[in-house]
């Protein structure tokens, strides 16, 4: 299977670029945590928590979503689980990075698979006393697949696991071998978790597995637990022959994968030695490779007393006892890096693997100077990659990544670089720079707001790309895979110093860009490509630029993705007292005819001086009844198309259920539930009103 996107927001980078570079330089991105989190309790302290840890590895903006992007309304938005928000954006940027048409894949059969154990959000929810409709599908932990898939129009398994610590691995694990069955033709797989709650950390604390400084020291004899962390990575997976066909960047290879469990032969929560040798040994029968041959392996790696023994006798049984000497099995873990992500660790090691392999590189793991004397590193033939010299991998050797979970599901996946690696039907899989030449084209940018526009194209001016092996006509290909905004700029030239001078032209204010000697040139051929972008940036269609750019062309990884227009949305409130209910109120006798004339809406309904002033005052009605239904209320500049259906603007059957409560309240008019149904935009619903209100009045 190939891997083919990637996206990925973890402590210290929003993204797999600037992840890599953290990686690299040995940054350590464990912080405090930031203003305003872990102030509010559910519960109370521990009394006999004398010191509550707040180290920790955070990312930041978590109560950000743009909505509007993604056609959700701001009331919804408000009652989310803010890993369903950041699982959405990160699915969009991973297929972006993949230059998979994101609207290609309406009833596809691509699968979405999550890793997740957090429902933080769901406490709070129920604590707040804030019930809402949209909070019941917003806290589940199961939306987590399912908006990702209802929002793609996806038609393959939609499935959230939680084995504890394992879980986004496992969650790969299944998505790997649903590829196999043919249950789906691709799959996004995903791991995610924030941490919302000092209750959850207090918790972990008092059973004894959070380190007192906030350091994961894997393998280090000063090792006293890990700290959490939290964030959520999305990669994309596809058959290789199918990757080789359409042309995908691949990342790099999944040759096989195993689970299992540690069957109870220990104490719940203590690993076992056997359970993960016997997982690497099968992994590698599904992979087809031997110890010998993995080069490096990005461990679980926690930092606990208790488990990092157990992971290093059987990486020596399974791996390191089975090679040279002279050349130790390398091993390390991200843990030291961001901390534990706990269900989205899995990802994050596996994220951290592929980056290994596409830049051939390995990064140093830090807080390691000396093992401790029951785990005899030397012994088992194992070396943690340190911050005292580069390490590459040997050629041909493969990688693996470890994830275990407390409840005892142990996971291993092994990979392979795409170097020199051909496809089941012998087709190789090129690494090589682009055969094509470079030629003249267009780069053509788009967002929901003419700022999103702008500020894609300033990431680009500020892009370190890959030169000598992408043309910019490579670069066009993959920005003709993406969504069409509403505002559009573009570029045009023939080389990466005209494209930087367009670029600027665009952040400067343009919103279409040629290089100055093309004007004076009089060529046929590059006045076509002006038309082009003249016509894109006058909200042409992108796939005609598409197919005036040809085939043949290569996806470029790693470009910037869609800038989020992001809104900040609080949730709901703090625990507080709640007040007991009122006892509810006799139920009102059924109004006369004559006395419901003089319900909210219709005072204004009869002095109206002719039916077009009616039938205005009907729709503004219904438009600010709406919005308020929406939870839009708040944005004075935001406006209803009266002849946009409903289900374009964002509404469910819920909260049509919702306004035609409010409308029976304003006006005593019984609208059987179909009337909205039936009627299904403003101005349509309006005449249907009035009709009925003309009727009433006699």
């Not at 390390?332 to 992500?341: C, P, Q, R, W, Y």
């Not at 919005?627 to 406006?639: A, F, K, P, Q, S």
């Amino acid at each position: 299977m190939a891997v083919i996107g990637l996206s990925c927001r973890f402590p210290g980078a929003a993204d797999p670029g600037a992840f890599w570079r953290n990686l690299v330089s040995a940054a350590d991105s464990v912080g405090t945590a930031p203003p305003g989190r872990w102030e509010e309790r559910v519960g109370p302290a521990p009394a006999d928590l004398r010191t509550p840890i707040r180290h920790g590895g955070f990312i930041e903006g978590i109560d950000e979503f743009d909505a509007r992007f993604f056609g959700i309304v701001r009331r919804e938005a408000e009652y989310m689980d803010p890993q369903q928000r950041l699982l959405l954006e990160l699915a969009w940027h991973a297929l972006e990075d993949a230059a998979v048409p994101a609207h290609s894949l309406s009833s596809t059969r691509w699968g979405v698979y999550v890793g997740a154990g957090a429902d933080d959000f769901r406490t709070q929810y129920f604590a707040s006393g804030r019930l809402d409709r949209f909070g019941h599908m917003g806290s589940s932990r199961s939306l987590l697949a399912g908006r990702v898939s209802h929002h793609l129009g996806l038609r393959g398994p939609g499935e959230v696991v939680d084995t504890g610590q394992s879980s986004s691995l496992y969650a790969l694990h299944r998505a790997l071998a649903s590829l196999r069955l043919g249950e789906c033709d691709a799959a996004l797989v995903a791991g995610v978790n924030l941490n919302l709650l000092p209750d959850v950390t207090d918790q972990v604390h008092l059973w004894g597995g959070l380190s007192a400084d906030g350091r994961c020291r894997a393998f280090d004899e000063r090792a006293d637990g890990y700290v959490r962390a939290e964030g959520g990575g999305v990669v994309v997976l596809k058959p290789l022959e199918a990757a080789v066909r359409d042309g995908d960047h691949v990342y790099c290879v999944v040759r096989g994968s195993a689970a299992n469990n540690d069957g109870g032969r220990t104490a719940l929560g203590v690993p076992s030695p056997d359970a993960q040798r016997e997982v690497i040994e099968t992994a590698h029968r599904a992979a087809g490779v031997t110890g010998a041959s993995v080069g490096y392996v990005e461990l679980h790696g926690t930092g606990t007393p208790v488990g990092d023994p157990v992971e290093a006798e059987a990486l020596g049984e399974a791996i390191g006892r089975r090679r040279s000497r002279d050349t130790p099995l390398l091993v390390g873990s991200v843990k030291s890096n961001i901390g534990h992500l706990e269900s989205a660790a899995g990802i994050a090691g596996f994220i951290k693997a592929c980056l290994v392999l596409h830049h051939g590189q390995l990064p140093p793991t830090l807080h390691h100077h000396r093992s401790p004397a029951e785990l005899p590193l030397a012994d088992l033939n194992l070396r943690v990659v340190g911050t005292d010299q580069e390490e590459s991998l040997g050629t041909d050797e493969v990688v693996g990544v470890s994830s275990f979970g407390m409840g005892g599901t142990n996971v291993h996946v092994v990979l392979a670089s795409s170097s020199g690696t051909t496809d089941p039907s012998g087709r190789l899989v090129s690494r090589t720079p682009s055969e094509r030449p470079t030629t003249d084209t267009v780069w053509c940018f788009s967002g929901r707001t003419r700022e999103a526009a702008r500020s894609l194209a300033r990431a680009f001016l500020e892009h370190s790309f890959p030169t000598e092996r992408y043309t910019v006509s490579d670069v066009a290909w993959s920005l003709a895979q993406r969504r069409e905004g509403e505002h559009r700029v573009a570029v045009v030239g023939g080389c990466w110093d005209e494209m930087r001078d367009g670029l600027l032209k665009i952040v400067a204010g343009h919103d279409l860009a040629i290089p100055a000697d093309w004007l004076h040139e009089g060529r046929a051929e590059r006045a076509a490509w002006v038309a082009v972008a003249g016509t894109f940036a006058a909200h042409g269609d992108l796939a005609k630029v598409a197919d005036r750019l040809g085939t043949g062309r290569r996806k470029v990884p790693g470009l910037p993705t869609y800038p989020f227009a992001r809104d900040t949305f609080h949730g709901p409130t703090p625990p507080h007292p709640v007040a007991p209910a009122p006892e509810p109120a006799a139920e009102p006798a059924p109004a006369a005819p004559e006395e419901a004339l003089t319900r909210p809406l219709l005072d204004g309904w009869q002095r109206a001086a002719d039916p077009s002033e009616r039938l205005w005052l009907i729709r503004s009605f219904l438009e600010r009844e709406l919005l308020d239904v929406l939870g839009e209320t708040g944005d004075e500049h935001l406006r209803v198309d009266p002849d946009s259906t409903f289900k374009d603007l964002g509404v469910d059957s819920m909260s049509l259920l919702e306004l035609q409560d409010r409308l029976t309240a304003a006006t005593a008019v019984e609208l059987p539930e179909s009337a909205l149904f039936d009627h299904p935009t403003i101005n349509d619903l309006a005449a249907h009103l009035n009709t009925e209100l003309e009727a009433l009045r006699g």
